[in-house]
Structure formats: C-alpha cells, structure tokens
C-alpha cells in the first residue's frame, strides 16, 4: 500500500516560510500529488498539483525530488488566515475505475501573530 | 465555481435506522466520491462512482450502499445506522483522469445515537 505520511501538526509566526512534507515511498510511476486546505467546518479545497520537480500557482510552491518519495508544500509569508488543516493525496486513475488513492491524515497547521 | 452540495450539514439518527445523505454537483463531472473524516484518520475512502449506475468500493465500504442514478447525483446509504458510523461525510467530484483534483462539499456531521 502506498501509505502516504505527514506531520500531526506544525505552528509559524505570520510572514514566515512554512515547509509541510508528505512522505510517500510507494509511490507508483502514474501517481500524482495533490495538496488540499481545510478549514474548520469546511469540505477541503484544491491548492496545487504536480508530478515531478517544481510547481508553483498564486497560493503555493509544489516540491518534489526525483525519487518522488517525498513531496513538500511550501506556503510563502503565512498569515493567520492559513491556519487550516493540510492534506497531501497520491493518486492516479486508470480509465474507468480509480486505480489508487491515499490521502495522508492531515498537518495542522497553526500561524500565530 | 463549482458547486457540490449536501442535503444536509448535520443530522441526528437513531440506531437501527436506514439513513440516505445526498450529494449534487452542477459541473457535469464523472466522477463522485463519498468520504468519511473522523479525528486523527483523515480521509478514508467509501465508495467511488465514475458514471451513472456505475460504482466502486473504497477502503472502507463496509455497512454502506451508494446510489448513482443521475450523473449529478451520489447518495450514500446506510441501512442500518450504527454508533460507530458517527462521523463527518464528505462528497467530492471530478472529471474523468483528475481524481486527483476533486471538489468538496460542506460535509454532513451525522450523529448515532
């Protein structure tokens, strides 16, 4: 099973870097990574995708080492509004049926001011 | 914006009784998931469903029935509710060969008592 692995909780100051990473060993070669936000009494939200290398979108930076074993979610200059719960997903779609999904359990994240 | 909404965000049942939670996306997407969320698990996976009448297990599909007779339409059924199925529910959708980036609902606390 391709158990995918985060940190229970992490805490940052407002306008600091914040680095989550998911660990992820058994990734397969058709697998890709997603990260999501949840904010209390909310269903998760999308915040970025990738497969290999680097990503980046408005809200977040995507990392991922050639072995793709790992994968981290860099959130620049955090404010209080990101403190949520983070959720990485591996992941792939084989046609009609859904192949493999793992979501990790969830990083939360605390910023203070 | 994509919508997925659920019929309701809380629910309270008694043990025993039959339980249907309904889930309506308005992005014409294939694909619908339901998911429970309980403290400290994550997300784990009930059924899955990639066209109308069409449906897959999950990780955990045990004391659960889905139904998809409408493409923007995935219920979940209980049919005969138990303490343990306390939890959070929650649907997503997503277009075929983007499981990765699915779309949430609010989510439905229901309560067994």
């Known amino acids: 099973l391709a158990k995918t692995t985060q940190p229970i909780s992490m805490d940052s100051y407002e306008g600091q870097e914040v680095n989550i990473t998911c660990s992820h060993n058994n990734i397969a070669t058709n697998d890709y990574i997603t990260w999501y936000q949840q904010f209390p009494s909310q269903g998760p939200r999308f915040i970025i995708q990738g497969y290999k290398t680097k990503v980046t979108n408005e809200v977040a930076s995507l990392f991922i080492p050639a072995d793709r074993k790992s994968s981290t979610l860099s959130l620049p200059r955090v404010s209080l509004s990101d403190t949520a719960v983070y959720y990485c997903l591996v992941g792939e779609e084989r046609g009609s049926t859904l192949g493999r999904l793992y979501f990790g359990r969830g990083t939360q994240l605390t910023v203070w001011p | 914006d994509v919508k997925v909404t659920q019929s309701s965000r809380y629910l309270v049942k008694r043990t025993g009784e039959k339980v249907f939670l309904e889930c309506v996306q308005d992005?014409?997407?294939?694909?619908m998931f339901w998911y429970r969320q309980d403290p400290g698990l994550g997300l784990r996976l009930i059924y899955f469903?990639?066209?109308?009448?069409?449906?897959e297990k999950g990780d955990i599909p045990e004391g659960y029935s889905v139904s998809r007779e409408k493409k923007e339409r995935f219920s979940l059924i209980l049919e005969s509710a138990s303490t343990n199925q306390t939890s959070m529910y929650l649907c997503a959708s997503s277009y075929h060969g983007q499981v990765g980036e699915q779309y949430f609902g609010p989510g439905t606390r229901l309560t067994v008592t």
């Open positions: 992005m014409d997407h294939e694909n």
């Open positions: 469903s990639y066209d109308v009448k069409m449906k």
